[in-house]
């Protein structure tokens, strides 16, 4: 099989490797689908995504350009069947895709609805993928709030990681919340290092206890902080193409996955907002390895490096 994997990439033959398993540990389920997959159930035309200069310009382009097309329940249940119909075509084996918290609203609050949804849509459209499902908190909500409905999420013992998103600076005060998904067994993720600086991504690491990072980008700005992750173990779950999308690299031979990768630092390659960025698991090794950061022995790496959980699952 690794071989395989090393042999597609060297004929730059996508085909062959959507084939080999991968794994996605960075996507947001309802922004993590197959784009054409979406335009053919709605027969509209989802415009090629500019280059953002910063979040806010992402998820207005988000609200003008998909939102208004994919409402309510149905829509929302579309999107998610969109993200594994994704993962199933591109061969990846593990995915670990995150829920907003509040999209349990779709389901009028019933968490156990949510649940059985996901699990009959997981099932039907790709029963090869294991699926670690994923709780997203974003920095602006209510402390007290997001305690209460955790309760209620970790009740049924369904998700199995958790992460944050938004505002990089304002991820502390979820500390209690991420102890009480550390004593549930929960995998802890955030998104630092994004937008904020190295040091920032070591503070959050040891504040919130975190086993991986999303994105984490600019801890390659820093030899102490990429040593004190590498000495850690704490991983990094990179997407090359949403940070050229969001302005934060030039283009994918200037990516610091290089320099993190050089440095100790264990990383993966993943995918972020596929019904966006319009990239799968599968071109981003092809990108990468025709823009000369990696070779095809070092990309393989970086693959099954992404697949170790999948042994613990
Ligand atoms: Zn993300």
Redesign the pocket.
């Known amino acids: 099989m690794n071989s395989d994997f090393i042999e597609a990439l060297k004929n730059k033959d996508l085909a062959e490797i959507r084939k080999i398993s991968k794994s996605d540990l960075?996507n947001?389920a309802p922004r993590g689908g197959n784009k054409r997959y979406i335009e053919e159930w709605k027969g509209i035309k989802i415009p090629d995504a500019p280059i953002f200069k910063n979040l806010n310009e992402m998820n207005d382009w988000n609200l003008k350009n998909i939102k208004p097309f994919i409402k309510g329940v149905k829509g929302y249940e579309k999107r998610i069947e969109a993200a594994f119909v994704q993962a199933n075509m591109d061969g990846v084996r593990l995915l670990n895709m995150s829920f907003n918290i509040d999209e349990v609203s779709e389901y009028a609050n019933s968490v156990e609805n949510m649940i059985n949804s996901l699990k009959k849509i997981h099932l039907k459209f790709a029963p090869n993928t294991v699926f670690i499902p994923e709780i997203a908190l974003g920095s602006y909500m209510d402390t007290d709030e997001v305690n209460e409905k955790l309760n209620e999420f970790l009740h049924y013992d369904y998700f199995k990681s958790i992460d944050i998103?938004g505002d990089e600076n304002n991820l502390f005060k979820f500390k209690k919340v991420f102890k009480k998904a550390k004593n549930n067994g929960l995998i802890l993720k955030a998104?630092v290092g994004e937008f904020g600086c190295a040091e920032l991504v070591q503070r959050v690491v040891e504040e919130l206890e975190l086993n991986q990072v999303?994105?984490g980008i600019s801890a390659a700005n820093s030899k102490s902080v990429m040593k004190w992750l590498a000495n850690n173990k704490i991983q990094l779950n990179i997407?090359p193409t949403?940070n050229i999308y969001l302005s934060r690299v030039e283009n994918y031979s200037k990516h610091p996955i290089r320099k993190l990768y050089d440095n100790g630092v264990k990383v993966t390659v993943n995918t972020?907002?596929m019904i966006i960025f319009d990239k799968s698991v599968s071109e981003e090794f092809l990108n990468l390895y025709n823009a000369g950061v990696f070779n095809c022995e070092e990309l393989n790496e970086i693959r099954e490096n992404g697949l170790k959980l999948l042994h613990n699952v």
């Open positions: 960075h947001h998103y998104h999303q994105h997407c949403s972020d907002d």
